[in-house]
């Protein structure tokens, strides 16, 4: 029988183990709780398999790379093990299955997976035709090989829902992904990703405190884990909008919070820009609000406003500038110093990232 490691996914406090040591359990059944600032997360087995709990489950502070429990891999878990005749016969009533938090777990389910899906379909293809990867392929390529197991996602359902609690129809996800990921899978290189997702409004916030809100959780993340902050930038503009005014019946003024940054700066934890597209007002007020900045050639812009904007600010008297005249990497790179480092691709952004945080942090 072979045995599968579960590890701590970041460093954070254990709070409970849930299954018991000699347990029999299946794929997804939770095994122990962790926390971070004051968030919990249950940890799942990966397969089917019986709980063999480690020394460092004892531990109430562990080290994310220490091992919690293994689990050991069977062909089938002996259903008569796993739940006993005398459970299995005791069925809940309708009083007890209408108490539970069934159809409350069951929304929030169908609301992640209605976020992960961005803008939708259409969108995703939009971006993808512009030689772009999309927000959850960012994500991927900086777990590298961990996959979706490296990654831990925070305020996977943080976003607008204008009904109530009922149909997830007119919901409207984050323009932002936000997690702690083990980079390339290594559980010893987790940093705080913060990716923009341009199929939603854009990455732009649009007025909704909530979904603003979200950037600044995870800022205090980084600064309480001491972890680096990566943010992948596409879009990112911070105000409100002619929509969002019309909704809130009210105009919407940016706050331009920066406390988080520049607290994170202050204190020596490295945090870095990747240019993944234009990137726009609030936007490129964070871009530098980092010990390094990278941006990629012919696909990133960088600029307080756009083509558009500029062209309305001098009159019309000429045509709008392109995106690449105004802030590409020949404008913003070199003597202006606003991007510190030119690659040619997403991938070689995120090696140059990794290089830097190796010298001044990792290793």
């Not at 909008?241 to 406390?259: C, E, I, Y």
Request: hydrophobic share 50%; aromatic share 4%.
């Amino acid at each position: 029988m072979a045995a599968t490691a579960v590890r701590m996914p970041y460093a954070a406090l254990l709070e409970r183990l849930v299954a018991a040591d000699g347990a029999a359990v299946r794929r997804g059944e939770p095994l122990f709780v962790v926390s971070a600032m004051k968030m919990e997360q249950s940890v799942d087995a990966p397969c089917d398999g019986v709980v063999r709990f480690r020394k460092a489950a004892r531990a109430k502070r562990v080290h994310p790379a220490k091992t919690v429990v293994a689990v050991v891999e069977t062909a089938a878990v002996d259903a008569e093990r796993r739940v006993p005749a005398a459970a299995e016969a005791e069925k809940p009533t309708p009083a007890a299955a209408s108490s539970s938090w069934g159809p409350e777990v069951a929304r929030l389910r169908a609301l992640q997976l209605q976020a992960a899906q961005g803008g939708g379909a259409k969108r995703l293809a939009r971006q993808k035709a512009a030689g772009k990867l999309t927000a959850r392929e960012r994500v991927a390529l900086w777990c590298g090989a961990g996959g979706g197991a490296a990654f831990a996602e925070i305020g996977s359902v943080a976003g607008v829902d204008t009904t109530d609690f009922g149909s997830p129809a007119p919901f409207c996800p984050a323009e932002v992904v936000t997690g702690i990921a083990r980079v390339d899978g290594d559980p010893t290189r987790q940093a705080v990703l913060l990716v923009d997702d341009f199929s939603v409004r854009g990455a732009h916030a649009s007025g909704d405190l909530a979904t603003m809100r979200k950037r600044g959780r995870v800022e205090a993340v980084a600064l309480a884990l001491r972890l680096p902050l990566i943010r992948l930038l596409d879009g990112a503009s911070g105000g409100g909008t002619v929509t969002a005014g019309m909704r809130l019946g009210a105009s919407m003024v940016p706050a331009m919070d920066v406390r988080g940054s520049v607290e994170l700066l202050s204190r020596g934890i490295p945090v870095v820009t990747c240019l993944s597209g234009p990137v726009v007002g609030m936007g490129a007020l964070r871009a530098n609000l980092a010990h390094l900045c990278i941006g990629v050639r012919g696909l990133s812009q960088l600029f307080a406003a756009g083509p558009p904007v500029v062209a309305g600010a001098m009159g019309n008297a000429a045509p709008a500038p392109s995106k690449e005249t105004l802030g590409g990497m020949d404008a913003v790179a070199g003597p202006s110093g606003a991007v510190d480092i030119v690659v040619d691709s997403e991938a070689e952004a995120k090696d140059a990232a990794t290089a830097f945080l190796g010298y001044v942090w990792w290793d």
